[in-house]
């Protein structure tokens, strides 16, 4: 185990909607990444949060967003849903220059 | 967008043997870090390897990096059931900060 914790498991949306998924980072670890995982593809950096800051993103559009709070917990929102959003969404929690850590996801179905 | 590819696409051995996989990259890197997934689930972290450093093990897992050739190879010695899965690499670019970009992937399945 990780100690870094992602909920809901599993969540079916329908198109047009928002999401919000949850992440707990590692203890004492201070920065939290997200990643979008396609079905048969390796993860994709969707964007990063360093000390309640948004730290580097990858190639989303903006209705997708992030915070990060104080306790270095972070929310993924997803705004206006379409089909393609459906995937696995992983956080991972890392502290300065070292391994990153994984949850263990949340799917997403979107219909 | 992916940064490199993890050959082979897919690897079938038996128990006991060893497996080699192998993964190329496109930029510079800070590290190179291997994860393995289990059935679409959370990624776990096998091993990094930093960018000066050119062997790495952990167990029965053996990681080379070559950043003149941009490829890196992960070894599982003695091979077990339980280390079916898919295997990934990652790559943290020359800034670091742990935004990684990852391979394909290799499924691995090993029988009994």
């Known amino acids: 185990e990780t100690g870094v914790t992602q909920s809901p498991t599993h969540l079916i949306k329908t198109r047009g909607q928002q999401v919000t998924l949850r992440c707990s980072s590692q203890?004492?670890?201070?920065?939290v990444s997200w990643y979008q995982q396609a079905l048969g593809q390796g993860p994709q950096f969707i964007f990063q949060?360093?000390?309640?800051?948004?730290?580097g993103r990858g190639n989303f559009p903006p209705r997708f967003s992030g915070l990060q709070f104080p306790n270095y917990s972070s929310e993924l929102n997803v705004n206006a849903l379409e089909l393609d959003d459906s995937a696995l969404y992983l956080c991972?929690?890392?502290?300065?220059?070292?391994?990153?850590?994984f949850g263990q996801g949340t799917r997403l179905t979107v219909v | 967008s992916q940064q490199g590819e993890e050959d082979p696409q897919a690897l079938s051995i038996q128990e006991g043997e060893n497996a080699t996989m192998n993964c190329s990259y496109k930029?510079?890197?800070?590290?190179l870090q291997w994860y393995r997934q289990n059935s679409g689930r959370g990624l776990v972290h096998l091993i990094l390897?930093?960018?000066?450093?050119r062997e790495k093990h952990s167990g029965r897992l053996r990681v080379t990096l070559d950043t003149s050739k941009k490829s890196s190879s992960l070894l599982i010695t003695a091979s077990r059931a339980a280390d079916t899965a898919s295997y990934f690499c990652?790559?943290?670019?020359?800034?670091?900060?742990?935004?990684?970009?990852f391979g394909t992937g290799t499924q691995l399945k090993v029988e009994l």
């Open positions: 390897i930093r960018s000066n450093e």
């Open positions: 991972a929690s890392s502290l300065d220059q070292g391994s990153a850590f």
């Open positions: 203890s004492g670890h201070n920065t």
């Open positions: 930029t510079s890197i800070n590290n």
């Open positions: 990652a790559t943290d670019g020359t800034g670091g900060g742990n935004k990684l970009t």
């Open positions: 949060y360093y000390r309640e800051e948004e730290n």
